[in-house]
Nanobody, 124 residues
């Protein structure tokens, strides 16, 4: 079983930056896709970014050019660098892992592994 624990969230003003981390413990699946999704109050779950075992990344249109996903395989840590933050980025951010890439993007899908989340609040 894999456990995912996020950290790095907080409150920032618009235009600021945050770096989220997701520490994986237990048995890790290096061939799984990993990614981040978010859910704002009263809104649908939204996929943010995903990365495969080779480091190939994909992003939601809403965050392209502002967010960067990366991972440290040696330390089993997934990162999300968030720049130029906007109020609409305010949400609970969760990391996730799944062998199916689409499961990280579909708001109705349940990833095989996911963390409890870290709150990001961006004020205008």
């Amino acid at each position: 079983q894999v456990q995912l624990v996020e950290s790095g969230g907080g409150s920032v003003q618009a235009g600021g930056s945050l770096r989220l981390s997701c520490a994986a413990s237990g048995y890790t699946y290096t061939n799984y896709y990993m990614g981040w999704f978010r859910q704002a109050s009263g809104k649908e779950r939204e996929g943010v970014a995903a990365i495969d075992s080779d480091g190939s990344a994909s992003y939601a249109d809403s965050v392209k050019g502002r967010f960067t996903i990366s991972k440290d395989n040696a330390k089993n840590i997934l990162y999300l660098q968030m720049n130029s933050l906007k109020p609409e980025d305010t949400a609970m951010y969760h990391c996730a892992s799944d062998p199916r890439l689409w499961a990280l993007w579909d708001p109705d899908a349940l990833p095989q592994f996911w963390g409890q989340g870290t709150q990001v609040t961006v004020s205008s």
